[in-house]
């Protein structure tokens, strides 16, 4: 966006990764969308096509069944030799991507029996299953067990506009910014001449947030979220690694947690303040209590090791061996809020910091 990357902020990850020999794509899906529909979209962005996001799926939620159709950033992706070395890739994601890039590799692994009984000639290969195509995924920031952020306020309605606000102001582009919802499947585009205000406003009011869990706003909240471990789990064949980041203190006269001022971003001050003090118990959903408080500004550090509700998956420290088929838990990134995790921010992660991750990974056996 007009020279902000979101790998890099001001820098390129991807360029300068490269440029050291570590070949790297960045892949762009939908912003608010389900992670169901996320994943269809990076699977058709990596191999190339057009997104299918399954018959059966888009019955039930009553969108399209096509998406985008995308050239591919890595079309021999999959192509592996008899004797299984090739094309494997390893997947390093960022916040909601944490859960979208475990949706991908869950269904290329076991595919969906739902879409196999429901289609019979025009099965998009992501649903056929069996298809080992993943070496590592890495995820930094995740709300693997949701965020109480989800839960509190309404992230697709004045947490968006205000955000989208704040980057047309940042930009000092106003309404003429590019900016994208890539909700093709719900016919939410933007309208030829349509100024970004009049865009966001018809995409927060559309009814699709009222009925439909097939959202990010479903997904990134606790109870959505563990709806998802319920069905995604770590696969035994892939190397799982997850970065947690904190930049909030206790405050001192009660037990919630305020931002670190030093190296928070201003901008998360007051979403750090609501999740370091929210709490909640109530009957049948995910009990929100004190452990929650401490969080990055956008997402509880407790939700970031790995999936732990009503999931199966297992959380190991790292000791310099890494385990496949359970989350590998990294040392914590303290002092890093959610935008430094990706280089945009105070204190961020260092192109130095992604190079010494792209080694590592390389070097999995």
């Not at 939620?61 to 592996?80: A, C, F, K, Q, V």
């Not at 968006?160 to 003429?176: E, I, P, R």
């Not at 109530?282 to 009990?287: C, K, M, P, S």
């Not at 430094?340 to 080694?359: F, H, M, P, Q, R």
Request: net charge negative; glycine share 10%.
């Amino acid at each position: 966006m007009l020279g902000l990357k979101y790998w890099g902020g001001l820098s390129d990850y991807q360029q300068e990764l490269t440029s050291h020999g570590y070949t790297t794509y960045t892949a762009v899906v939908g912003p608010v969308s389900s992670n169901w529909d996320r994943a269809c979209e990076l699977y058709a962005y990596i191999k190339g096509g057009t997104v299918d996001y399954g018959y059966a799926h888009a019955k039930k939620h009553g969108h399209n069944r096509y998406g985008r159709t995308y050239p591919g950033l890595y079309p021999e992706w999959g192509n592996l030799t008899p004797e299984g070395a090739g094309s494997k890739i390893h997947l390093v994601a960022h916040s909601m991507g944490g859960q979208t890039v475990r949706t991908l590799v869950q269904l290329l692994e076991e595919g969906s029996a739902e879409e196999r009984s429901a289609t019979s000639t025009s099965l998009s290969p992501l649903f056929a299953g069996n298809h080992s195509w993943v070496h590592s995924v890495t995820t930094i920031a995740a709300p693997h067990d949701g965020t109480t952020l989800a839960d509190g306020i309404n992230v697709i309605g004045d947490f968006v506009k205000d955000f989208v606000a704040s980057l047309a102001a940042f930009t000092g582009v106003g309404d003429n910014l590019l900016y994208d919802f890539k909700l093709d499947q719900w016919d939410l585009n933007r309208r030829p001449g349509e100024s970004l205000t009049d865009y966001t406003s018809r995409v927060v009011s559309s009814s699709i947030w009222n009925y439909s869990t097939d959202l990010a706003n479903w997904d990134l909240s606790t109870d959505g979220a563990r709806e998802l471990n319920l069905w995604v789990k770590a696969q035994p064949d892939v190397s799982y690694f997850s970065y947690s980041t904190c930049a909030t203190i206790p405050g001192f006269l009660t037990g919630s947690e305020l931002p670190h001022i030093p190296d928070m971003t201003p901008l998360l001050y007051p979403t750090a303040l609501f999740l370091g003090s929210y709490t909640r118990n109530e009957q049948g959903r995910v009990v929100i209590d004190d452990s929650w408080n401490p969080n990055d500004g956008v997402v509880n550090t407790i939700s970031q090791d790995g999936p732990k509700i009503w999931s199966s998956d297992e959380i190991v420290n790292y000791s310099g061996i890494p385990q496949t088929g359970k989350w590998n838990s990294m040392p914590l990134l303290n002092t890093t809020d959610h935008l430094d995790a990706c280089g945009i921010g105070v204190n961020v992660l260092t192109s130095s910091w992604y190079k010494s991750l792209a080694e590592r990974l390389g070097n999995l056996e």
